[in-house]
Each structure stands twice: as C-alpha cells, then as structure tokens.
C-alpha cells in the first residue's frame, strides 16, 4: 500500500460561545485546524487533523516530496511527517486491512478511556459554566488553567456550586506561582477542596529543589510534562507523580513505556477536535498508564468535524471499533467552515487586574506573555476579591490613554 495523494484542507472552526468570551483573546489561532486526507493505492482514504498553530508537529512543507509513492506502513511510525498526515496514514492502514488503529498500536486493556473536559483561567462564574457545560455533557472532571490573578476560592467555590459530588478539578499553572515559597502555603489551602485532584507545573519545571519541595509537603498529586527535567533527574529526585505526553506515535509510545517502567499513570494532551480524539482513544486503549482523563480540548470548538460524536459517559468514551479511527469527517463543515488564512489575531485589548482595595494595573501583553510578566511584578498569589477583566479597544480616547500609560510603563497603578 503505497501513498497516492495527499490532501490539506484549512478550516476556520469557531469556538463555542462561551469558550470565545475568553480564548478569543488569548488562544484565536486555534481555531485553525487543518484537515489531513490520504489516499492509499487501490482507493482506501484515511483521515487526520493538524492544530497548526499548537501540536507537536506541523505537516513539513515537503511532505508530498517525502510521502508521495512511499509505503505507508514504512513512513506511518515517522513523527516527523506532522500529526495529521501520521494519524490519516494510521486511520488508511486500518480501513485497507480492516482493523481499529489500536491493532495497530499494540494490544488493546481497556475499552473505554477517561477524559476531561479544558479550558483557560476565567473569572468565578466563567469556571462555573464551564463545569456547568462538562456535568450535562458526561465528564466527570475538568482541567482549568488556574492563575494567580484571580480569587481561586472564589471560583472554586463557584464550581462546587454547579458540579455534583465526584467532579474533580485538575489545576495548571503553568509555572505562574514562580517558586515553592509561593506553592506551598497555596496548594496548602486548597487541599480542603476534595473537587482539587491533581497540580499540573505549578512553578518551572526546572526549579528540582522546588519542586520537590512541593511534591514532599503537598498531599496531591503533581503532573509534569515528560522531558523536562531530563527524566533520569526527575525519577531521581522523585518530583512528580506522573506526567503530561503530548508528541507523535513513535514519541508517544517511548514515553509510555519509561512512564510504565517507574509505574508513573499520564494523560495524553493531544488537542484537536473530535478527531484527534478518537486517535488519543486509541492510543488510551493500549498504554497501560494512560490513566489520567485525556487533554484533547475538543469541547473548546462549536463543530467536532466527525458525523458521531464521540459518547461521554461518567468521565469515559468509548475506544471506536474502526476499521482506522473509526469516524467520518463531517463534510458539511468542512465545506462551511473551509478558510483561506491559517492565522487570526485576537483583538488589541488589554488585561486590568483589580485588587479588593481598589489597586488595578493594566498589562498590554498577551496572555501568553502574562504568564512570566506578572510573577517578576511579584504580583499577589490568589489573593481574596482579586480578579482580571479584559478591555477591548473601544476606540475611545480613555482606552488609548490606558494603553498608551500601560505599554509606557507609567500609572500603571491606579
């Protein structure tokens, strides 16, 4: 079965109502997503997506030089070709031999896979819609980007409000509470949340004495992203409790087996829509430590591109029975949402944090950026009544003069 054609399709797929309020300003550009069709010898087509502007692996430039005539099963296993051009040559071989994608990856030991619903920090009632929307669509937990600027037991609060007993949260900080001293007296307070399952990076990754700190005097589980540190430094020094694997087929298996070897459970983050999911469930189906509910954020776009949606029961899905991925791309939205740009700019806009006592202070960076500016401003930690609002630009003279006084570096304390 050797590679005939290759066919890129970019779509526009919009965010759900809700998610926008908040990802159109920091994440816009994954709405892009990019659909991967190949055709084998003999007609049989197999199906992948790209996140273009996230994933692990972008489809080369090169990629018809490199696959066109070549064997699938000799180029399938090569991280290199990008996400959706190796999950539509896995998705092809499944269909041509007639068996699920998990027969291809190794021996199947569950048939349904946890998952957990994503999304960014938001204010209090943000959270709560968010875990709102996750109970009624089947999930039993939901990982949250906590961060510093807001009230974290506001929002917490706010989702035990909404969730019934058994939803967790698990909480990334992306490294934005900086150093243990910041991180333990926190995550210390939020141990009287039995909602609170699991820290993801709360400080670098990098910080090993930190983070063993942390590790040793807090009670819940910490999850690292797999390679940094070096896994030998992290085994040895004993600083997380799993891990977050995120790479291709080949990457993804090698970090199983070392995660299998020390006995570490990990969820896959593989983010796409309802495609990209069906390739992270039959991946779930056959690594022994995919444990932890899978990070594929699907629930983050208004349209999962496949005709079925995947079926979310108790916080699990169900592994497709194939033959490949065992789904079917939606055409219609292809065709409506087919675009012909690759990127989008969010909106100029600034962040005004606000302290109880009436402190703010405008930062016109990205979200993104905000992530390293606002611990070297050594900013508060959570602190009670905190939150961030975003402001548009409204074209008014008063947004101008608080964006010109933010980048400047003047009254920004107001």
Not at 133 to 150: D, E, H, I, M, N
Not at 198 to 218: F, H, K, L, Y
Not at 294 to 316: K, Q, V, Y
Not at 322 to 331: D, F
Request: aromatic letters at 8%; a negative charge; charged letters at 20%.
């Amino acid at each position: 079965m050797r590679i005939e054609n290759i066919s890129l399709t970019t779509l526009d797929v919009p965010f759900t109502d809700h998610a926008n309020r908040h990802l159109g300003y920091w994440l816009p550009h994954w709405r892009i997503v990019e659909i991967c069709e190949v055709t084998l010898t003999g007609g049989t087509k197999g199906l992948g997506e790209t996140i273009p502007n996230y994933t692990w692996s972008k489809v080369p430039e090169n990629i018809f030089d490199r696959a066109i005539g070549k064997r699938a099963a000799d180029l399938m296993w090569d991280d290199g070709i990008g996400a959706g051009v190796q999950m539509a040559l896995f998705d092809a071989v499944g269909r041509a031999l007639s068996v699920p994608v998990h027969s291809l990856l190794g021996n199947r030991i569950r048939d349904w896979c946890p998952i957990s619903w994503w999304n960014m920090d938001m204010p209090p009632e943000g959270w709560a819609e968010e875990c709102r929307q996750a109970v009624a669509a089947g999930y039993t937990s939901a990982k949250l980007k906590a961060r510093p600027w807001f009230d974290l037991h506001a929002a917490i609060e706010a989702v035990r409000d909404v969730v019934p007993p058994g939803f967790h949260l698990d909480l990334d900080y992306n490294a934005t509470l900086a150093n243990s001293a910041n991180a333990v007296p926190h995550l210390k307070e939020l141990e009287r949340y039995l909602e609170v399952a699991m820290i993801e990076s709360p400080i670098p990754q990098s910080d090993v004495a930190g983070n063993r700190q942390i590790r040793t005097r807090c009670d819940r589980p910490i999850a690292m992203h797999f390679g940094s540190p070096p896994i030998e430094t992290c085994v040895r020094e004993d600083v997380a409790d799993g891990f977050v694997v995120c790479a291709g087929a080949t990457g993804v298996t090698r970090q199983a087996a070392i995660a299998d070897a020390w006995n570490k459970p990990f969820w896959l983050q593989l983010v796409g829509t309802g495609i990209t999911t069906a390739w992270a469930a039959h991946l779930g189906a056959v690594l022994s430590q995919a444990k932890w509910p899978a990070i594929t954020c699907m629930n983050i776009w208004s349209d999962p591109l496949i005709t079925e949606p995947h079926d979310i029961r108790g916080g699990f899905y169900a592994v497709p029975e194939g033959p490949g991925l065992g789904v079917r791309l939606n055409r219609k939205a292809v065709t409506q949402f087919t675009s012909d740009h690759d990127w989008v700019d969010p909106p100029r806009h600034l962040y005004r944090y606000s302290r109880a006592s009436g402190e703010k202070t405008d930062y016109t960076c990205s979200k993104q950026e905000l992530h390293h500016v606002y611990p070297r401003d050594a900013q508060p930690i959570a602190e009670p009544g905190s939150t961030l609002t975003v402001i548009e630009d409204d074209g008014s003279e008063a947004f101008t003069r608080s964006w010109e006084n933010a980048v400047g570096g003047r009254n920004r304390h107001r």
